[in-house]
């Protein structure tokens, strides 16, 4: 079964500090892997996205790395600011040969900075 | 501003009370889905919709009705609304079907069912 898992559920850290989310996946075939960043009251944006061969993308002080033999990401947080304070939604998509553009949410994780 | 615009944002209805959400993006996207998110799950897929006049049911669409007479709006339609459809609901869309397509997702409705 298609599967995406992520630890923590929550976390609070204080605003400067750095943190890092994690997401275990059981996915197949795999096809690509997004990061979301969903703040309260909005809908989901992307992040970043990682596909097989890439094991690690950056957006500004977000750091996503993907190891595709362990089935595992992580989404790294550089001094973290008041405004990281989201849900982090870790999302899989199955390579899908009718096309459907099929994804696999993981429950989020959610993040609290304070200051 | 290109974006996914849903209506209303938030509703509160009674059971067996239909009603239908509006979902409409100005993108020319092809591929649009409709999503609900539960606490402590992530978000599920109720149903897409490829192209106009082409939809299909996601992994939870009992309960829900689409239909894609125009490329830019989706509708959700709950015919007999019962409080287990009580959620967040958001609508998405892409440029194309298929995974490697970025999915843009609206601001979200809060619907609560009585």
């Known amino acids: 079964k298609n599967q995406v898992e992520q630890s923590p559920q929550s976390l609070i850290i204080l605003e400067g500090k750095n943190c890092t989310l994690q997401?275990?996946?059981?996915?197949?075939?795999?096809?690509?892997l997004r990061w979301y960043k969903q703040d309260t009251g909005r809908g989901p944006v992307s992040l970043t996205i990682m596909t097989f061969s890439e094991n690690t993308k950056s957006n500004g002080r977000y750091t996503a790395t993907l190891d595709a033999d362990t089935k595992q990401s992580s989404l790294h947080i550089t001094a973290s600011q008041l405004s990281d304070s989201a849900s982090y939604i870790c999302?899989?998509?199955?390579?899908?040969?009718?096309?459907?553009?099929?994804?696999?949410f993981g429950q989020g994780t959610t993040l609290q900075v304070k200051p | 501003e290109a974006q996914v615009t849903q209506n209303p944002r938030y509703l509160i209805t009674v059971t067996g009370k239909k009603l239908t959400v509006t979902c409409s993006q100005n993108m020319n996207h092809e591929y649009m889905s409709w999503y609900r998110q539960d606490p402590g799950l992530g978000l599920r897929q109720i149903y897409y919709?490829?192209?106009?006049?082409?939809?299909d049911k996601g992994d939870v669409p009992e309960g829900y009705k689409v239909s894609r007479k125009e490329k830019r709006n989706f509708p959700l339609i709950l015919e007999s609304p019962s409080p287990n459809q009580t959620s967040l609901y958001f609508c998405?869309?892409?440029?194309?079907?298929?995974?490697?397509?970025?999915?843009?997702f609206g601001p979200g409705t809060r619907l609560t069912v009585l």
């Open positions: 999302v899989v998509s199955a390579r899908d040969s009718g096309n459907t553009g099929k994804l696999i």
């Open positions: 919709s490829m192209n106009v006049e082409v939809t």
């Open positions: 998405a869309s892409s440029l194309l079907a298929g995974e490697q397509n970025e999915q843009f």
């Open positions: 997401c275990n996946y059981t996915v197949s075939p795999f096809s690509n």
